[in-house]
């Protein structure tokens, strides 16, 4: 799997950084009124390159992945930085603060990268939501970054963009082999072509992700009675996302349900 050469990964999704950082920040002060240091939680963390980032700045975190490459990249790199390590194993369908070492719930919780997709089943998301409900403050915060499946043809079924870090050059290509709309499940091909001055070779994957409509994901908040739609964005405050059947990428900004009882 690519999750297996968390470097790789790491440097192909390093484009991104500035905006997303800029973006949580944002988010601490505007949803969850703090001006200080927030605590944050991010499940499916991979190699931490937003955690890492934002520990820096003297904000606590925590953050939670099934790949144990990419856990003990993501702890080595916290070291290197003289911060603790944070990163810790274990499925993002089931955890508690019990598992994540932690006596205090957090602030904001966040997803940018489509990792939710991975759960194929709905009683998987739905475990997943109840989790990260139950660790966060009453009114926290939970971004949410999804690509939906618009209606009727999908306007996007493949993505290409490159690298460069240093002597390594990465070309990259994710794109669709099929799709299910019955059982809302579409397989995808993730191609990386890995050039440096001594090598070059290349790393296939392949893995099936969940689909949702902008309507299947409104359903699923309804029937998971944790989380509300405050807002809709992608990474940009001053520009904001109109939801409609066309819609594909979108980070949710979804906030604790405070009428639900357990």
Known sequence: MIYDYPKLYDVLFSDSWKREIEFLKTS???????????????PACGTG????????????IVGLDLNPNAVAFCNKRLRRHGLAESAILGDMTRFSMTNLKQKKPFDLAF?????????????AALSHLHAVANILKPN???LLGLHLLPRGNAVCSQEK?????GSLALQSKLFRLSLDRKQ?????????????????????DTFPLRTY??????????????????????????DPIQLNSKTEDVVFVLKTNEQYRP
């Open 161 to 165: 963009w490159s690298v460069r870090h």
């Open 213 to 238: 409509s902008l309507q299947q994901f409104r359903c699923l908040l309804e029937k998971a009675n944790r989380f509300k739609i405050l807002e809709t964005f992608s990474f940009d405050f001053q």
């Open 111 to 123: 997803n940018f990268v489509s990792s939710f997709l991975h759960l194929t089943s709905e009683s």
């Open 28 to 42: 601490l002060q505007r949803y969850c009124h703090i001006s200080g240091h927030g605590r944050f939680f991010e």
């Open 184 to 204: 809302r499940i579409e397989t995808v091909e993730f191609r990386i072509k890995a050039t440096t001055p001594k090598q070059c070779y290349e790393i296939v």
């Open 49 to 60: 390159r937003l955690l890492w980032r934002i520990a820096k700045e003297g904000h606590q």
């Open 140 to 142: 926290g915060i939970y």
